[in-house]
């Protein structure tokens, strides 16, 4: 059964620092990873998406990189703004699965101005 | 760009009534989620359609039903609410539901069971 872990639950860093997020998952034949933002009490914005056969995606200041083999993914973010403060949750289809996203329990980021 | 639509947006029951929850997704995608999400837990998977079939099954309690229609618009129907039932329920779509398909979220739909 597919496993998704976040590490760490909770990180505080200071305006313009980089980061990286990471997350886990225990069935390498994954589909594909997204990645997801969630602002306090709202909907996940997806952020990124990495299929099996790629190794990383870029969308502006965020980069997801994805390595089947470990079971990992990272999602670094530059330069971090206040406006970066939310939750982010990666989550997985696992393999032969019908598609259902198997969620991490997030990662919640507070950049300090 | 046209995204996922649910609806009401909030909802307030009472402990064993009924609710009916709506999911419209983007056009012309023919797969739809539904996804429970509790205070400060991850979401959770309930159950999914494509081509208006049952697809997959979850965690969905019993008391829970739901259908996709002909024009691919979803609703989640749930019985004898319970005040464990208080959740967002998020609503997904993709172009195909064996995986490889990014999902795109709807706005949740709050429901509070008092």
């Known amino acids: 059964k597919q496993e998704v872990t976040q590490i760490p639950a909770a990180l505080s860093v200071p305006e313009g620092e980089n980061l990286v997020l990471n997350c886990s998952f225990t069935?390498?034949?994954?589909?594909?990873l997204q990645w997801f933002r969630q602002d306090p009490g709202k909907g996940l914005t997806s952020l990124l998406l990495i299929q099996s056969s790629q190794r990383e995606q870029t969308s502006g200041r965020l980069n997801a990189s994805l390595d089947k083999s470990s079971g990992r993914s990272t999602l670094y973010i530059a330069a971090s703004q206040p406006g970066d403060s939310a939750t982010y949750l990666c989550a997985s289809p696992p393999g032969g699965s019908q598609g259902n996203l198997i969620f991490g329990k997030g990662t919640k980021l507070s950049v300090k101005p | 760009a046209a995204g996922v639509i649910q609806s009401p947006r909030h909802l307030i029951k009472e402990k064993r009534e009924t609710a009916t929850l709506k999911c419209y997704p983007i056009p012309r995608h023919d797969t739809v989620y539904w996804y429970q999400q509790g205070p400060g837990q991850d979401p959770q998977f309930l159950i999914s359609?494509?081509?208006?079939?049952?697809?997959d099954k979850g965690s969905i309690p019993d008391r829970f039903s739901a259908q996709q229609f002909s024009d691919y618009h979803s609703e989640l129907n749930m019985s004898s609410l319970e005040l464990g039932d208080s959740a967002l329920y998020f609503c997904?779509?993709?172009?195909?539901?064996?995986?490889?398909?990014?999902?795109?979220f709807g706005p949740g739909t709050r429901l509070t069971v008092t």
């Open positions: 069935d390498s034949a994954i589909y594909n």
């Open positions: 359609f494509y081509e208006k079939m049952q697809s």
């Open positions: 997904a779509s993709s172009l195909g539901h064996d995986g490889t398909y990014e999902q795109y």
